[in-house]
T-cell receptor, first 114, second 114 residues
Framework: AQTVTQSQPEMSVQEAETVTLSCTYD???????LFWYKQPPSRQMILVIR??????QNATENRFSVNFQKAAKSFSLKISDSQLGDAAMYFC???????????FGAGTRLTVKP | DAGVTQSPTHLIKTRGQQVTLRCSPK?????VSWYQQALGQGPQFIFQ???????QRGNFPDRFSGHQFPNYSSELNVNALLLGDSALYLC?????????????FGEGSRLTVL
């Protein structure tokens, strides 16, 4: 079974600084997707960034980037120039290609200090 | 462009009762997935509906059932409610066959079982 582990229940960052959230996953598959979702207090899960496993290049979306290490089954999220609006729960998620079951980690609560 | 909408936003039930939660997918989407998110945890996959049929199911008992209508909207039904069913129930929509595997989430229905 595929599992996703987020080892940091809580993280804190100073506004304008950089923070990295960790995620590891376990799978025997070669084709899959990885995601980072953000869940603010409004509860709605919002996609932050995605990575297709077959792509070696790390995904980047503005201030958000990932470090995808396929052999190590690691998928960390780096947030640069942190903003107050980045404060939220962040979930790492895995989805096997052509499978409807998206697996989520337990989440990391990010606090941004002004 | 309307996103994923869910109703009701909050509800309280007692043990043994039945509940129905509703979801309208994002415009243009034809697939609906349901997730259960217990407090302090990541979402867990319940099932997915496409073409009015349940296509895949997670590790949830038969007390959890669903339906998809011709307009792609969906319902989640939970019978014989237990205290442990208290959670945020998230609906996610997608387009079958879309290459990127992304799910779009609603804000969820918070169910409290007393």
């Amino acid at each position: 079974a595929q599992t996703v582990t987020q080892s940091q229940p809580e993280m804190s960052v100073q506004e304008a600084e950089t923070v990295t959230l960790s995620c590891t996953y376990d799978t025997s598959e070669s084709d899959y997707y990885l995601f980072w979702y953000k869940q603010p207090p409004s509860r709605q899960m919002i996609l932050v960034i995605r990575q297709e496993a077959y792509k070696q290049q790390n995904a980047t979306e503005n201030r958000f980037s990932v470090n995808f290490q396929k052999a190590a089954k690691s998928f960390s999220l780096k947030i640069s120039d942190s903003q107050l609006g980045d404060a939220a729960m962040y979930f790492c998620a895995y989805r096997k290609y052509n499978n409807n079951d998206m697996r989520f980690g337990a989440g990391t609560r990010l606090t941004v200090k002004p | 462009d309307a996103g994923v909408t869910q109703s009701p936003t909050h509800l309280i039930k007692t043990r043994g009762q039945q509940v129905t939660l509703r979801c309208s997918p994002k415009s243009g989407h034809d697939t609906v997935s349901w997730y259960q998110q217990a407090l302090g945890q990541g979402p867990q996959f319940i099932f997915q509906y496409y073409e009015e049929e349940e296509r895949q199911r997670g590790n949830f008992p038969d007390r959890f059932s669903g339906h998809q209508f011709p307009n792609y909207s969906s319902e989640l039904n939970v019978n014989a409610l237990l205290l442990g069913d208290s959670a945020l129930y998230l609906c996610a929509s997608s387009l079958q066959g879309a290459p990127l595997g992304e799910l779009f989430f609603g804000e969820g229905s918070r169910l409290t079982v007393l």
